[in-house]
T-cell receptor, first 114, second 111 residues
Framework: DADVTQTPRNRITKTGKRIMLECSQT?????MYWYRQDPGLGLRLIYY???????NKGEISDGYSVSRQAQAKFSLSLESAIPNQTALYFC?????????????FGPGTRLTVT | GNSVTQMEGPVTLSEEAFLTINCTYT??????LFWYVQYPGEGLQLLLK?????DKGSNKGFEATYRKETTSFHLEKGSVQVSDSAVYFC??????????FGQGTRLTINP
């Protein structure tokens, strides 16, 4: 089984809808991240969490919110989806004790907002 | 702020060709540098790393040397294979405990 899982893998939604992307991990890592990937722009950090009570905005947090329900779960919400949020979204984890630079990525969620 | 710039892709090579993907960075301190690889349909995975100047990271036949004087971390491989087709990301790890990624370079290897 995959160590970092994301659900759903693909989602098509309409403008204005609320949508939640979920991430779960079995690696026992304390740190979790949400990124979005757009062609030609690489990965951009949306939110990150160093533990359950520590959540921080990344470089592109506007229009998104997150919840760290447990050490193993970190969800990303789009309160009112808009077309320019169409992208590939990745969750990642890392272990503070092993150097947070080695991040383990989930398989991604492809989100299309029409 | 800190940033990473990679050579634009896509890059297309024949099998057994020599590969170079250029990466330069801007940073206020002395970051650690990384190459991540994304195979089709998958998330990113760490390929190699270098944590200080003149360090050479290597893995799976790929190498990159941390050059502080030119602020570069170019990825090289002597003989590429079809299975190396992927998107490659250069990244730096800054003091704020976050990875900063370049825009990615898509590599296609033809048999």
């Amino acid at each position: 089984d995959a160590d970092v899982t994301q659900t759903p893998r693909n989602r098509i939604t309409k403008t204005g809808k609320r949508i939640m992307l979920e991430c779960s991990q079995t690696k026992g890592h304390d740190r979790m991240y949400w990124y979005r990937q757009d062609p030609g722009l690489g990965l951009r950090l949306i939110y990150y969490s160093f533990d359950v009570k520590d959540i921080n905005k990344g470089e592109i947090s506007d229009g998104y919110s997150v919840s760290r329900q447990a050490q193993a779960k970190f969800s990303l919400s789009l309160e009112s989806a808009i077309p320019n949020q169409t992208a590939l979204y990745f969750c990642a984890t890392s272990d503070r004790n092993r150097g947070s630079y080695e991040q383990y990525f989930g398989p991604g969620t492809r989100l299309t907002v029409t | 702020g800190n940033s990473v710039t990679q050579m634009e892709g896509p890059v297309t090579l024949s099998e057994e060709a020599f590969l170079t993907i250029n990466c330069t960075y801007t940073a206020t301190g002395y970051p650690s540098l990384f190459w991540y690889v994304q195979y089709p349909g998958e998330g990113l995975q760490l390929l190699l790393k270098a944590t200080k100047a003149d360090d050479k990271g290597s893995n799976k036949g790929f190498e990159a040397t941390y050059r502080k004087e030119t602020t570069s971390f170019h990825l090289e491989k002597g003989s590429v294979q079809v299975s190396d087709s992927a998107v490659y990301f250069c990244a730096l790890f800054e003091g704020a405990q976050k990875l900063v990624f370049g825009q990615g370079t898509r590599l296609t290897i033809n048999p």
